[in-house]
């Protein structure tokens, strides 16, 4: 360790432009999908695919390469992922087709996976525990605000320069990062020459890789056949299969890729529960508000990315705090989730066809205060008291429970939300078809439930009316077709906004369990302490 304070707060610098070039790198591509679509006469399956496979290769690997950072280093591994990383996003933003920013993203995210254990990996050796609350504090804000900030930054990108930059943005980033980490970052090397597992990290890796691809994907292969005999529900059945293999592969390992003392403590097995809850909670809810804000209430890219820029604001603003306030870092982490939770349904309740953009900024300034507020003592209750040479795994358990997460509430929510798109809009259509002659109602109801059920969307001109009717008739049976659709749609996102409520109260519950041992580096590392029971 550096012999200064100095040293350790200029290399943590470094390890949070690798983090954050990770975090808004997940969340980014998703305002560019139409100037995707455009410039690289693409399909919506392979753009989708763009953002599928950075997740799919950044989930797999984690708890592989948090490993590896204990074998090997994590210097080491962190600028051969960095290294990787930023020739991937070269890669990405000189891409013409699609199948090749497919091959660029997949790339991206294996450095992706390689880079981030590290990070938390060396905040727990740069720092002691009585100086840990306040780094730890600054990676849970990167965190927390790179996902939040990252459809802003991409938004006014793609409107002002063009699509390629979300990926060029990391350039300058990563380079910076990589000069003062090779300076700055110690080469911390492992005694002797520890053994790995093999059968462990295959299983691993093979399960999760079944698992998350058929989440990520089961809605657009409906949920039945993907190629041949292979169903979707087949794949993630042995997906689990694999995974239950490896956690019983793992009680007998020699040197297993999840080492027996990491859940010696119970308090990491909460937080780990807790980070899950909150991963999902945090895709699940943004997956039908973005699409709210840009398909009803017509804010382009934009202007739905700069209507999240108080959420981000606030999340900056609550991590700040939460490394300020001397309170228990179970309550910190309770008061965050259950303040997402609050916005979320702030948002639902506000959510109408004709709601102004800004009535909804209250809710989402309220999810942002939540999001800030759990990241720092999370990370730091998962952290605290692990000995050195389990960081690495720790690290990469902890980031893999909310990638995993995050794939749950991206598939689950994306799934309610078409079924309730099933029920709202041919509902909303009944209810609009009674301003129409009793001869056009019964038709105006079908071509609606099928434009439901088919593109989700009817486009800027509504849905095709029979060559026979008036135009008159046709005007007017564009314009209800709009309003049932805006009115079926936003129906169906509020009920979607359920789910991740829900799935927080159970992280409340999950993060009640995170009671900290009474000892003084509790206090000493921004936990207040507390005692074990009631």
């Known amino acids: 360790m550096s012999g200064g304070v100095r040293g350790p707060w200029v290399a943590l610098a470094a390890l949070c432009a690798c983090f954050f070039m990770v975090m808004l790198d997940s969340t980014i591509v998703t305002v560019a999908i139409p100037a995707m679509l455009r410039g690289l006469d693409a399909n919506l399956n392979q753009v989708i695919w763009v953002n599928s496979v950075y997740l799919l290769a950044n989930t797999v690997p984690l708890l592989l390469t948090g490993r590896l950072g204990d074998r090997f280093g994590p210097k080491r591994v962190l600028v051969v992922g960095l290294v ?45 525990p009585e100086r840990r609350g306040a780094p730890i504090a600054v990676w849970g804000a990167v965190a927390g605000v790179a996902t939040i900030t990252g459809p802003v930054v991409g938004g006014l990108l793609v409107e002002h320069i063009g699509w390629e930059w979300i990926f060029f943005l990391n350039l300058p980033i990563g ?21 790995f597992d093999i059968t462990g990290a295959a299983l691993a890796s093979g399960g999760l890789a079944l698992l998350v691809f058929g989440l990520q994907n089961g809605q657009h292969y409906h949920w039945g056949t993907i190629v041949g005999p292979i169903g979707v529900l087949p794949v993630i059945g042995v997906g689990l299969v694999l995974l239950g293999a490896f956690t019983v592969y793992q009680r007998r390992a020699r040197d297993p890729l999840l080492p027996r003392g990491l859940f010696a403590n119970p308090v990491f097995g909460w937080a780990n529960l807790t980070h899950s809850a909150l991963g999902f909670a945090t895709t699940g809810m943004f997956l ?17 990315s700069l209507l999240c820029a108080p959420m981000a604001g606030a999340a900056a603003l609550a991590a700040w705090l939460a490394s300020r306030v001397r309170l228990a870092g179970r309550t910190l982490i309770m008061s965050g989730l259950g303040g997402l939770a609050a916005g979320t349904v702030v948002l639902a309740a506000l959510s109408e066809p004709d709601t102004d953009p800004l009535v909804l900024v209250p809710g989402l300034v309220l999810a942002g205060l939540g999001i800030g507020l759990v990241f720092s003592p999370l990370t730091a209750s998962a952290t605290l008291g692990m000995p050195p ?64 059920q088919t593109a989700g969307q009817f486009g800027g001109e509504g849905p095709q009316v029979p060559s026979d009717w008036s135009p008159t008739v046709a005007a007017k049976v564009r314009e209800l077709a709009t309003d049932a659709f805006h009115l079926g749609f936003t129906n169906a996102a509020k009920a979607t906004l359920v789910l991740p409520v829900v799935v927080l109260v159970l992280g409340m519950v999950c993060a009640a369990g995170i009671r900290l041992p009474p000892t003084g580096n509790a206090k000493k590392s921004g936990l207040s302490k507390e005692r074990v029971g009631p």
């Open 84 to 128: 990787l990383f930023l020739a991937a996003s070269l890669w990405s933003g000189l891409s013409t087709s699609a199948e090749s920013l497919i091959a660029a993203r997949a790339v991206q995210g294996l450095g992706a996976a390689a880079m981030t254990p590290q990070t938390l990996s060396f905040i727990t050796r740069l720092f002691p």
């Open 288 to 304: 039908p508000l973005v699409i709210y804000v840009q398909s009803v209430l017509g804010l382009d890219p934009v202007a739905s």
């Open 389 to 452: 040479h389990l960081v690495g795994a720790a690290s990469g358990v902890f980031n893999t429970s909310r990638q995993v997460g995050g794939v749950l509430g991206s598939a689950t929510t994306g799934l309610l939300l078409q079924v309730g798109l099933g029920f709202s809009i041919p509902g909303a259509a009944r209810q609009y078809a009674k301003f129409l002659p009793p001869r056009y109602a019964d038709e105006f109801v079908d071509r609606i439930t099928a434009a439901a």
């Open 175 to 195: 380079v910076a990062g990589l000069v003062l980490g090779l300076v700055l970052l110690p080469d911390w090397r492992p005694e002797g020459q520890p053994t």
